[in-house]
């Protein structure tokens, strides 16, 4: 049988239930001011973005557009799919609009200078040294015979002692065979944002030897039918001026490697130096 | 007074025109005998097959002989009564005497002797000419690979190659792809299994440096590691980026297992060719379709002004 204090505990419990207000652990961020909140930032989202356009000074135009994409990423939860989807699309037309560097670095440290082709705008890397060479054939961990495969004449100082290393890190590397170019590529480019230039802008940068990306295709009939009989593969070369298709493991003493990449990728790589310098 | 023997020969004549008439036929041929004999001498040529790293040709002397001769036949009288139809008539041989019969015209193509240690010109389809000299046998070897060179183009399905001297003139040889690769080993007339990865393949320049406007030549050396299992019609081919290395086939045919072979060509360096290393490769075609490839380099120096790659 329940005492009388016990009883009276029950109720007093009971009516504080009902008549205090509970809380619980899915209260919104902003209690009564959230939508406000979220307006305004919503609108100063769109200042910072229209902010991009109007801005003359490169750095600043890119940092504008950097804040613009984080303060995106963080009220983008906070909107419905439409609005954010509209927000990101005029973000995207800011992007388009920022203006192009002359130069950007990529993290294994390539530089690329723009180039100007006719209405095509695309950025184009210094030769590849051998200092970047280096890193790769390490963390690829290219084992040290293989290295006469692609780079089977003397043109450069890679040596292997335990590890590979050059004394002239910052020197162009020359002498890369296709292999070389193709392995280089690959751990280097996850996202397909770099090619071979085109053997059409090879030809205009005098005195460069360089693998193109251009399919070589052998226009004599007879000798293309030969060729593939015989299974013969060419690749084509750009050598200071003159197009030609050369045989995969050739290589050349004045043959240096570059990389191309597109506007969007360069100006991705320009925002990210701009990030690496405010950290 | 008549002379007596002028009345006698009335006398016999009038007699004999009383008797009988004689006619003249061609009896038994007895032997022939040759008018003319006109000798034609020509040479005649035939592809041997692959020798002492060449292709090999035998040139031999013939003759075609233009023979006049006529039969020579008895000659005979037959003697009848004119005045009996019936009359078998007297059939006699008249001794000493013949007819000639028509001449007749034949010829004789005899091989007289290989033509040996001559020289000869000779020039393989549109090629340019080149010369060689035969042997003991009349055997001339394609030092210059003028046949190799018109062959390289695959869809020709003939050559032809005159070999010619002032002495004794010229011959033709038409050399069809069919007898080439018959001749070479390369047969296709039957379907089997080849085993391409037991083939090893190695190549040896004869020297290891260059210089514009020499003759390089190089050897292919490939042999059938295999225990069992043929590598079957085998056809090499060098693919390079520069013309003057590019496209030189090379006939191997079938290798047995344990078997070897070998088989050259010749590269001529241009004048203008730059100095460094040139890259090509042997790419092989067998019967199974697999294509393995042999990569190579060729060196050639550095001669002061000529420019380099």
């Known amino acids: ?279 | 007074m008549m002379p007596r023997f002028t009345v006698l020969s009335l006398l016999l004549c009038t007699a004999m025109f009383a008797a009988e008439t004689s006619d003249v036929y061609r009896g038994r041929m007895v032997r022939t005998e040759e008018i003319s004999r006109q000798s034609n001498p020509f040479l005649r040529g035939q592809f041997l097959g692959y020798l002492d790293g060449k292709l090999a040709f035998q040139i031999v002397m013939f003759d075609r002989a233009e023979i006049f001769r006529r039969a020579i036949y008895e000659k005979l009288i037959v003697t009848r009564d004119p005045s009996n139809p019936d009359d078998p008539g007297f059939r006699s041989v008249v001794p000493g005497q013949f007819i000639q019969g028509e001449p007749e015209r034949t010829e004789e193509v005899n091989e007289l002797a290989p033509a040996a240690n001559r020289a000869f010109r000779y020039h393989a389809g549109e090629g340019p000419e080149t010369t060689a000299r035969t042997n003991d046998t009349g055997v001339l070897l394609d030092a210059d690979e003028a046949v190799l060179l018109q062959l390289e183009d695959l869809r020709q399905a003939s050559v032809q190659i005159v070999f010619s001297n002032q002495s004794d003139g010229a011959c033709h040889v038409e050399l069809t792809r069919a007898e080439f690769n018959n001749k070479m080993g390369i047969s296709y007339e039957y379907q089997k299994k080849s085993y391409p990865k037991n083939l090893k393949a190695a190549a040896e320049w004869d020297k290891q440096i260059y210089k514009p406007g020499e003759i390089a030549t190089l050897t292919l050396k490939l042999s059938n590691r295999g225990e069992n299992g043929d590598v079957v019609r085998l056809l090499g081919r060098s693919l390079s980026r520069w013309n003057w290395l590019d496209g030189k086939m090379f006939y191997l045919g079938d290798l047995a297992p344990q078997e070897r072979a070998t088989f050259s060509r010749r590269f001529i360096i241009p004048d203008d060719a730059p100095a460094g290393i040139h890259y090509l490769r042997i790419g092989f075609n067998d019967i199974s379709g697999t294509k393995p490839q042999l990569p190579l380099t060729l060196q050639i120096a550095y001669t002061g002004n000529k420019q380099s790659h």
């Open chain 1, 1 to 279: 049988m329940l005492s009388f204090q016990r009883v009276v505990s029950h109720v007093l419990i009971l009516i504080f239930a009902l008549v205090v207000p509970t809380s619980t652990a899915q209260d919104p961020l902003f209690v009564d001011g959230a939508a406000e909140d979220i307006a305004e930032s919503r609108r100063e989202l769109r200042t910072l973005i229209r902010n991009v356009y109007r801005e003359k000074s490169l750095d600043a135009q890119y940092q504008l557009y950097a804040s613009a994409a984080d303060s995106l990423d963080e009220l983008g939860p906070l909107l419905s799919a439409d609005d954010a989807a509209a927000i990101r699309r005029h973000l995207y037309a800011a992007f388009q609009r920022l203006q192009l560097p002359n130069e950007v670095r990529n993290s294994h440290g390539m530089r690329f200078r723009r180039v100007v082709q006719g209405a095509d705008v695309q950025y184009l890397s210094e030769a590849l040294t051998e200092g970047m060479y280096v890193a790769y054939l390490n963390d690829r961990a290219i084992p040290p015979e293989k290295l006469n495969k692609l780079l089977p004449q003397p043109t450069h100082d890679i040596s292997f002692e335990g590890v590979f290393s050059s004394p002239t890190p910052r020197l162009s590397l020359r002498g890369l065979t296709y292999y070389g170019v193709v392995g280089y590529h690959g751990w280097m480019d996850k996202t397909s944002a770099y090619h071979l230039p085109s053997a059409d802008l090879l030809q205009r940068l005098e005195k460069v030897t360089c693998w193109a990306s251009d399919k070589y295709e052998i226009k004599d009939h007879r000798r293309s039918d030969a060729v593939n009989m015989f299974g013969g593969k060419f690749r084509t070369i750009v050598t200071t001026g003159d197009v030609a298709g050369e045989l995969p493991e050739a290589t050349h003493p004045k043959l240096t490697t570059h990389y191309v990449t597109s506007v969007a990728h360069a100006k991705k790589l320009y925002l990210q130096e701009l990030a690496e310098v405010t950290e």
